[in-house]
């Protein structure tokens, strides 16, 4: 009923930049959060940063200063604008919503398939 599609992760070097998107479609009758997990190999699935329909965020220690959630309620859309990244970042990184349904109006949370992030020189 609901998808989530993540795109822009890859390879960067320590110190750079990256940009990731996750674009929200289906039977979407409002969002109220959408937001970024990440999990390294060994590690459990942390959130990165959220944001909420009023534009409310919150972000992990390990990331404040560095990482800017910002979104795009008309796209349904949530960027993650990852500065100054480091080897600690690498993780699958993924997208989550928590969608009113439109069909059968029930809440529920949505995650997407999950994009690579790795930082290496």
């Known amino acids: 009923q609901v998808q989530l599609v993540e795109s822009g992760g890859g390879l960067v070097q320590p110190g750079g930049s990256l940009r990731v998107s996750c674009a929200a479609s289906?039977?979407?009758?409002?969002?109220?959060?959408m937001g970024w997990y990440r999990q390294a190999p060994g590690n459990q699935r942390e959130l990165v940063a959220s944001?909420?329909?009023?534009?409310?965020?919150n972000y992990a220690d390990s990331v404040k200063g560095r990482f800017t959630i910002s979104k795009n309620n008309a796209k349904n859309t949530v960027y993650l604008q990852m500065n100054s990244l480091k080897p600690e970042d690498t993780a699958v990184y993924y997208c989550?919503?928590?969608?009113?349904?439109?069909?059968?109006?029930?809440?529920?949370?949505?995650w997407g398939q999950g994009t690579q992030v790795t930082v290496s020189s």
């Open positions: 944001i909420t329909n009023d534009g409310s965020t």
């Open positions: 989550n919503a928590d969608v009113l349904v439109a069909v059968s109006g029930v809440r529920y949370g949505y």
């Open positions: 289906g039977s979407i009758l409002s969002i109220y959060r």
